[in-house]
């Protein structure tokens, strides 16, 4: 880890300095992923576990999917299975990932890539190791999050974005002892290649050891930051974190985070949004504003609506 990198970080374009007057948010919480099984039976860590939901909107649910090193024969996936009313985002660090879905579409992830699919109306899709990964075994790690959809685009077309990690921006802290990859969204004028239906920021960002970085944030967008691997601080107050834990930042217009010395980054998982406010009546795969709309959404799968495997 990780996958996307650069020979001189330096080289990149760096992020501004914050600007005077500009407020470093404040650490509101932070909690500990619990770990759990997904699919066919790989590891996750449930990274908003314990997390309030007004905190995370627009988001409602993310996975660490591994790091885990798998033996020959044990990689594992998730069968058919059906999603409407939101988006998924499938980061993949280390290892690949093919996926197929009911309208034909289909493909391989693998590190430093994304696929963000948006289920909308109604979708059903796979996801599974290639048979060659099966086989020989190696390293998975990746990230899943689910991105709420607003009232008048639950029903939205079914669409993929595939995002390949040369895709990504790439920017540098100011001394070059952070590398930030822009997945979606902006940050300080630098524009990542994911597109939302609700505007929101991601990324990834390395913390050399013994380094920090301000990242500019948008005032009207919350603040969530997930250590995928390493151990720091966070925010002025420098509150220790470590691999598996959420940090939830309060308003203002920057966050702070710093690696510990030593030998090791810190990985950091950074995303926020503009809340979008409504309703969320959420059951399993499916994500509403409504308890209606969800039994709908389970009468419309059953009825075969989604499509065929």
């Known amino acids: 880890m990780p996958a996307v990198t650069v020979d001189n970080v330096l080289a990149l374009p760096r992020i501004s300095t914050p600007q005077p007057g ?172 994911g597109s939302t239906y609700t505007p929101i920021t991601l990324s990834h960002v390395t913390v050399a050891p013994g380094a920090s970085v301000t990242l500019p944030w948008n005032a009207r967008y919350n603040a969530i930051a997930y250590v995928l691997g390493g151990s720091g601080t966070v925010g002025t107050e420098r509150r220790p974190v470590r691999t598996g834990q959420t940090t939830v930042y309060g308003s203002g217009d920057t966050l702070t985070f710093a690696a510990a010395e030593g030998t090791e980054s810190m990985e950091m998982f950074v995303l926020g949004g503009e809340p979008i406010r409504e309703p969320v009546a959420m059951a399993g795969p499916f994500v509403m504003n409504t308890k209606a709309e969800v039994l709908q959404a389970f009468e419309d799968f059953q009825s075969g609506r989604f499509g065929q495997p």
């Open 22 to 193: 500009s407020v470093n948010r404040p650490v509101r919480a932070v909690t500990t992923a619990p770990t759990g099984y997904e699919g066919e039976g790989f590891p996750v860590r449930r990274a908003f576990a314990g997390v309030d939901m007004t905190s995370l909107d627009p988001f409602i649910h993310m996975d660490q999917m591994g790091e885990v090193n798998y033996a020959p024969g044990e990689p594992k996936g998730t069968p058919w299975h059906p999603h409407r009313g939101f988006e998924t985002v499938t980061y993949m660090i280390d290892g690949i990932m093919d996926h197929q879905d009911s309208h034909g579409g289909g493909g391989s992830i693998t590190g430093g890539d994304t696929q963000w699919m948006t289920a909308g109306a109604g979708i059903l899709h796979i996801e599974a190791p290639p048979e060659h990964l099966v086989v020989s075994g190696g390293l998975f790690h990746g990230v899943q999050l689910w991105v709420n959809l607003p009232r008048s685009n639950k029903m939205a077309a079914p669409r993929y974005q595939d995002i390949t990690g040369r895709e990504v921006a790439l920017l540098s802290s100011p001394d070059g002892g952070a590398l930030v990859r822009v997945i979606a969204g902006e940050m300080d004028g630098h524009q990542g290649p």
